[in-house]
């Protein structure tokens, strides 16, 4: 099913995809210079936050570019219903090569209403890759809910970013992408928490498949490349980050392995300790834990990670990894690469992405209006299996659209003219055979009659009046 909002993402990314093309992997030693940034959505609205409520500009639901700088508060505007769970989130994207220290800098994002009240829990995103700079992103959100008590009601609210920072990280602007979604009520009765002895913690093995597949990671949210269960490979340069998505149902976990191959030259011994991440979020870019980075020395290394299962009723549990598995939808997983991996890597790497959705699909809660974001269609899995990017997917659903059209109107067309003509010649046939009785000849079976002087009206133009 394609919604305004689907279309809406589908032009940006195609927008932002023909003007910015894909780069290969490297070919040298790639500077920061060289690495791709994040790309933002080329359909986003650019807004600026104001440093007080009394100012905060309107933020509408979509997408929103902005940029915060160290020790900056922004505020933004929002009027919200009483049954709309709304989720508001935020990456910054600092420029590869950004010096950044682990965990002090970091954003705060909170929801507020006009008392000042927070809405649930605030979100804190910060870098843990050994100084490298990646995007990071999380939300914050107002959910209505019989078991909250703040934040229910109708009326203003406030979207709070903030910045947080060292001075030796310098106070250039990070660029910042907002992503205000809203959530629609349930028609029924919320399902009730899930308990966690209904499914295993134990993280399972990697996928093993011989049959591995080329992915095409994108730089961001807007242009992952789609992967589905099985084995991908791909390229990542040093200090680069690459982001893919995969459509997970309700019921469904992921079971993830980003994996660095041998090094293949001994120039280098040393022990990297955070060189290669790995990070999930959910469909509202919510992040589901930590980014985890391990280490590595030369030989093969392997970050993973393993969900809880999708469920509704997650969201009643605390705030965490478990917490942000709360609705169906595409998820994004998100590889780095430390800039110090050039030692090892000076040509970039292969890396090995080991995809496993596990579970079957069952039924969703049953929302009370449609919702593409919280969903998974048949399109999403096919677009999957073939690893097709966002802009690839979207070609294709318009090709299609159009070649659907096409044939529809084609076969209208056809039958139109077909009836035209029979209505045509049997106008025709009854003209000649009143001349024929009148003492002119008649034309013999197979030919066709000289209506020249009676020619049927409106047949030169278009079908027989009353057709």
């Not at 929103?64 to 935020?90: C, P």
């Not at 250039?172 to 629609?184: C, Q, S, V």
């Not at 079971?255 to 999930?280: C, D, I, M, Q, W």
Request: hydrophobic content about 35%; proline content about 7%; charged content about 20%.
């Amino acid at each position: 099913m394609v919604t305004g909002r689907t279309t809406y993402r589908g032009i940006a990314v195609l927008t932002a995809l023909a003007v910015v093309p894909v780069l290969p992997g490297t070919v040298g030693v790639a500077s920061a210079d060289d690495v791709p940034r994040y790309r933002t959505a080329q359909g986003a609205t650019a807004i600026e936050g104001r440093r007080s409520a009394s100012d905060a500009p309107p933020l509408k639901p979509g997408l929103h570019t902005d940029s915060i700088r160290r020790g900056e508060q922004k505020w933004y505007a929002v009027n919200l219903d009483a049954t709309t769970s709304a989720y508001f989130s935020a990456v910054a994207a600092p420029k590869p090569g950004t010096k950044v220290r682990d965990y002090g800098d970091k954003l705060t994002l909170t929801v507020q209403d006009s008392d000042g009240a927070t809405c649930g829990s605030e979100a804190r995103p910060s870098f843990n890759g050994g100084g490298m700079a990646y995007p990071i992103a999380d939300y914050a959100s107002r959910r209505i809910g019989a078991d909250r008590t703040e934040c229910q009601k109708a009326g203003p609210y406030y979207l709070v970013i903030t910045r947080e920072g060292q001075a030796t990280s310098g106070s250039d602007a990070w660029p910042l992408e907002l992503d205000y979604l809203n959530e629609p009520p349930l028609e029924g009765n919320p399902p009730a928490r899930p308990g966690q002895g209904t499914w295993s913690t134990e993280t399972p093995a990697p996928r093993t498949d011989t049959t591995k597949r080329r992915a095409k990671g994108g730089t961001g949210f807007n242009d992952a490349g789609s992967v589905a269960t099985g084995v991908w490979t791909d390229r990542i340069r040093p200090g680069e980050t690459r982001f893919y998505r995969v459509p997970v149902d309700w019921g469904q976990r992921l079971n993830l392995s980003a994996e660095l191959p041998n090094a293949t030259s001994t120039r280098s011994s040393a022990f990297l300790a955070r060189v290669l991440g790995l990070g999930v979020y959910n469909p509202a870019r919510g992040a589901v834990g930590e980014p985890r980075f391990v280490s590595y020395t030369g030989k093969p290394a392997a970050a993973k990670q393993f969900t809880a299962p999708v469920d509704y009723g997650n969201r009643f549990g605390s705030a965490g990894a478990v917490s942000a598995m709360r609705f169906a939808g595409w998820y994004y997983v998100e590889v780095s690469l430390h800039p110090d991996a050039a030692q090892y890597f000076r040509k970039g790497a292969e890396l090995t992405l080991r995809v496993d959705v596990r579970g079957t699909a069952k039924a969703g809660p049953g929302y009370a209006a449609p919702t593409s974001d919280f969903s998974v269609t048949p399109g999403d899995r096919d677009a999957a299996r073939k690893g097709q990017t966002a802009q690839e997917a979207g070609k294709s659903g318009t090709l299609l659209t159009v070649a659907y059209a096409g044939i529809s109107t084609g076969v209208v067309l056809l039958v139109g003219l077909g009836m035209w003509t029979l209505v045509a010649r049997r106008t025709a046939a009854r003209a000649a055979g009143a001349q024929a009785g009148a003492g002119g000849q008649a034309s013999l079976p197979g030919q066709l009659a000289d209506t020249t002087q009676q020619r049927p009206q409106n047949t030169r133009f278009g079908p027989p009046q009353g057709w």
